[in-house]
């Protein structure tokens, strides 16, 4: 048998360009949109102003459990009818929610979008929210959140959010809330936040084949009843770094896995080093092939991946690692990943890495945004973000153009090893010994987190 | 048993001539061929230039339906390996030579078989062929102890954190053995035991390299920017002097597995935040008329909330939680496959209760008919998820493999959706009272233990 020893060189590169996109103001909102001839699916989505961050201090997951509520029945009908209404279009109505915004949307074959956005509107603009519904509603969320809270990782993130951010901030708590939380809301708080965010007329994004889709007439039936205009969405927030490493333990007896959360506070989504920030973390720990992983993973065996990255909101940002080791490995796992943090900050990145690390990136705008879904997610970033059409042709060419000194700066000016928040969430009695052993940080036990 | 997170975009061009709410001539309206090569390898190829992209998959037809007792979790274990280097890739290559050019990648293994994937940049084909056709035909060369036993650590970590540390992790562990005698290909679990997984050694994994990974037991499907010429030219460069095995044991026939006509029960009580029942049921094989009946059933029944399951025991009684009940087939084609439907309880309803609710709304499939609204909502959500998953060049090129290998002809890709859609209620009704039957159901539930 003869294989072919050496390996092939790429052919030549065939263009990449975002779909045109469209942005139109109809009937007293905006539309943007995104055309993609020859599309059979259709994605609409209804973007407002209303993330986590207008949840107010102490009301967590107030937006979870209007976006189950509004499914609860309408002004025209009833749960029943209205899920069998919209599911004859062959879509549910998916609801979703970030710091930054809430989003409801459909995807159907594109000659049932119109009647789809009418439905979706329905229930976003005329919800009946009976106090009742809205009560199970929540009782349901807060059972619901109890049972996820069971796996290991959301009181780890939890854990971290507050250490990082302080618990007496909305951004220092968890963004869906918790048990308690999502327990405590009154129905009147529901409709209150209803009738504040939710009547804005916001932004109708829509992807797909715009010569089978009548944008006038979807946008008079998103925007239909709306009043009110845009409302001031705050400045960046300072976080102050942390100015010792320290580590907080959360006892789970038992657990064969311990469950990493490490980070701290980091720039936030406009910051001018975006791109270098963001390819640092990729090299650091966003890819398979990544430093973290590498040495975690395939090297050591640990676990079965780990991950680290900056992730951003329009106030503020974060640098975060996750992964979940085998408990008798817990302290070397976490003083070898510490270590790879240290190494990229101290020594940045090489020439072969950032190659890599900008190639898949860049790569991924091509191999990625191609669905309908998918390309409707990538004018959302747009819209919350306040970026020019042309955004992701321009991100493809600063992704290609980032050196190795522009990446490595950024590594050392934005990762701060010192200053890490290390959580472990495992059997505490088994590791508390060894994590101490490590000498990385304090050990604090997280209280009644058993 | 997915190794990296990630789904895929792709475009999907009109179907058809006019809606897919009318019904479809085919579900499958792009062009596709096939070729095979003279060491068996069939070439399958659908070119859509829409986007600069091309998606790459390989179905090899062997899964963990052919493990022996006390190998159990080889098949998955093996295919972890195929990403550590081969006779001209050195370790840790494979994954930096695809992510270095844009691409995405990824394998699964099921019962049924393995396949290994990437999406990248069209510029970037020839790179693709060449990394599968060298870890086809020159992974033994490559493969050592040490290898073998990081691998082995990265697997085990992978059973706890996905079986082992979440609350009701091992139902699929607990079902499959409820569900298939001991022998029956299905009767072990994809992920396998610690205990076998300890004692694999490498030349078993030799060995089953060089049973398994032949041309003549593999489907190469390429979807996107690109041409059959250039892609059957590509494949005999790269795959052609790679010779096929004359002999591949096929798995144990498990294809009827006889009513046992005596229900099945396991009830677990561990740590877990609520009561969980799940009914399962032996239905038919993937791919048969029956099967696309259980489908759109199963639509019926659990998805969405205007499915039964919803309507019933989420609003109706309000017993169950409304996020975490549902109903699905698992789509496996050499034996009976599974239908599963499940329901967690709301505070203070007990899992009998909840058993007894679910069981009563599986029952009624056979006696109290589909209605059309029913009918139709099923199907127009199936019709959706069908051109959802075309919509991407990496989920036809999974679907093309699929058909191929399991039904020897990818252009049978095209009669799942119309098959689906001409469903009746009738049909439904026979298919519960045929396969649902009380006496012959499995059903797990999990109790919360009392804490002291």
């Not at chain 1, 950032?354 to 959302?380: C, D, F, N």
């Not at chain 2, 009624?364 to 209605?371: F, G, K, Q, S, Y």
Request: aromatic letters at 6%; glycine letters at 10%; proline letters at 7%.
């Amino acid at each position: 048998m003869s294989l072919i020893a050496d390996r092939p060189g790429p052919g030549a590169a065939r263009p990449y360009r975002f779909p045109q996109v469209l942005r139109r103001s109809i009937a007293g909102g905006q539309v943007v949109a995104a055309h993609l001839p020859g599309q059979n699916l259709a994605v609409a989505v209804l973007l407002l102003d209303a993330g986590a961050g207008r949840e107010p201090v102490g009301s967590e997951g107030l937006g979870g459990v209007l976006a189950k509520a509004l499914e609860e029945g309408t002004a025209q009908r009833d749960a029943t009818a209205y899920a069998l209404a919209i599911e004859a279009l062959g879509t549910e109505l998916v609801t979703g929610l970030d710091w930054d915004s809430f989003q409801a949307s459909v995807q159907v074959p594109v000659e049932r979008l119109g009647a789809a956005v009418e439905l979706l509107a329905e229930a976003v603009r005329t919800p009946k929210l009976d106090p009742e519904d809205v009560r199970r509603v929540r009782d349901d969320e807060a059972t619901a959140l109890r049972m996820d809270w069971a796996n290991p990782g959301p009181r780890a993130d939890a854990v971290l959010r507050a250490d990082l951010f302080g618990a007496d901030n909305r951004w220092g708590r968890p963004m869906y809330g918790d048990p308690g939380s999502v327990a405590g809301l009154d129905a009147e708080d529901v409709t209150v936040f209803h009738s504040e965010w939710f009547i804005r007329p916001g932004t109708l994004v829509v992807a797909g084949d715009l010569d089978r889709i009548d944008l006038d007439a979807l946008a008079a039936a998103a925007f239909a009843g709306t009043a009110g205009g845009p409302v001031d969405r705050g400045s960046a927030i300072e976080v102050p770094l942390r100015g010792d490493r320290r580590i907080i333990l959360v006892d789970r007896p038992g657990s064969v896995q311990s469950t990493l959360r490490l980070g701290h506070s980091a720039p936030h989504r406009a910051h001018p080093d975006h791109v270098p920030i963001s390819l640092a973390g990729t090299v650091l720990g966003g890819a398979f092939t990544s430093r973290l992983n590498h040495l975690i993973r395939e090297v050591r065996g640990y676990t079965y991946g780990i991950r680290g990255e900056f992730a951003s909101s329009r106030r503020f940002g974060r640098f975060g690692v996750s992964s979940g080791v085998q408990t008798a490995v817990t302290a070397p796992a976490l003083v070898e990943s510490v270590g790879e943090i240290a190494r990229t900050q101290a020594g940045g990145v090489t020439e072969d890495e950032l190659a890599v690390a900008r190639s898949w990136r860049a790569g991924q705008l091509s191999v990625e945004l191609q669905s309908p879904r998918a390309i409707a997610g990538a004018l959302t970033t747009l819209v919350v973000h306040d970026l020019p059409d042309d955004y992701h042709a321009r991100l493809r060419e600063s992704l290609l153009a980032a050196d190795v000194a522009q990446v490595s700066a950024a590594a050392a000016s934005y990762l701060h090893p010192e200053s890490l928040t290390l959580v472990v969430e495992g059997d505490a009695a088994v590791i508390r010994d060894d994590l101490v052993a490590t000498g990385l940080g304090d050990v604090i036990d997280h209280p009644g987190s058993s | 048993m997915r190794r990296l997170a990630g789904a895929w975009p792709g475009p999907c061009p009109r179907a058809g001539s006019d809606s897919v709410g009318a019904m479809p001539d085919s579900g499958y309206p792009w062009p596709i061929s096939t070729t095979r090569l003279d060491n068996g390898l069939r070439v399958v190829v659908s070119e859509d230039r829409t986007a600069p992209a091309v998606a790459v998959n390989l179905w090899y037809d062997v899964g963990s339906r052919h493990e022996p007792s006390g190998q159990t979790g080889f098949a998955h274990l093996f295919e972890h390996l195929m990403f550590e280097g081969s006779l001209h890739v050195a370790k840790t290559e494979h994954m930096k030579l695809v992510q270095g050019a844009g691409g995405s990648l990824n394998a699964t293994t099921n019962p049924d078989r393995t396949n290994y994937f990437e999406t990248v940049p069209a510029e970037h084909l020839e790179l693709a062929l060449w990394l599968e056709a060298d870890r086809m035909g020159g992974l033994v060369p490559a493969l050592t102890q040490e290898t073998l036993d990081n691998q082995r650590d990265v697997v085990k970590n992978e059973r706890r954190q996905r079986y082992e540390n979440v609350p009701y992790g091992d139902a699929w562990l607990r079902l499959l053995p409820l569900l298939y005698p001991p022998g029956h290909p299905y009767h072990h679990a994809t992920i396998g035991s610690m205990a076998d997984l300890n004692a694999a050694d490498l030349a078993t994994f030799q060995a089953f390299h060089q049973t398994y990974y032949a041309p003549n037991n593999a489907v190469l499907t390429v979807v996107g920017d690109t041409t059959t010429e250039e892609v059957v030219a590509l494949a005999e460069k790269y795959f052609g002097a790679i010779p096929p095995r004359s002999e591949i044991p096929p798995a144990p026939d498990g294809r009827v597995v006889p009513a046992t006509g005596v229900p099945m029960a396991e009830t677990v009580v561990t740590d877990v935040p609520a009561p969980r029942v799940y009914v399962a049921h032996r239905t038919y094989p993937f791919g048969t008329p029956g099967y696309d009946v259980l489908t759109v059933l199963a639509t019926v029944l659990g998805s969405g909330r205007g499915s039964r399951l919803y309507q019933r025991l989420a609003d109706g009684e309000r017993i169950a939680q409304p996020d975490l009940v549902g109903a699905y087939g698992v789509d496996l084609a050499h034996g009976p496959a599974p239908l599963i439907a499940t329901a967690t309880a709301r505070p203070g309803v007990s899992g009998e209760r909840l058993a007894a609710g679910l069981a009563e709304v599986v029952d009624e499939l056979a006696t109290v008919p589909v209605t059309a609204a029913e009918l139709a909502r099923a199907k127009a959500l199936l019709a959706t998820a069908w051109w959802r998953q075309m919509s991407t060049v990496d989920g036809r090129a999974d679907a093309l493999g699929r058909y191929a290998t399991q039904f020897g002809d990818p252009a049978t890709v095209a009669e799942r959706l119309p098959a689906w859609l001409s469903v009746t209620a009738e049909q439904i009704t026979e298919a519960a009272t045929e396969v649902l039957v009380a006496d012959d159901r499995v059903t797990l539930t999990y109790q919360p233990e009392e804490k002291p």
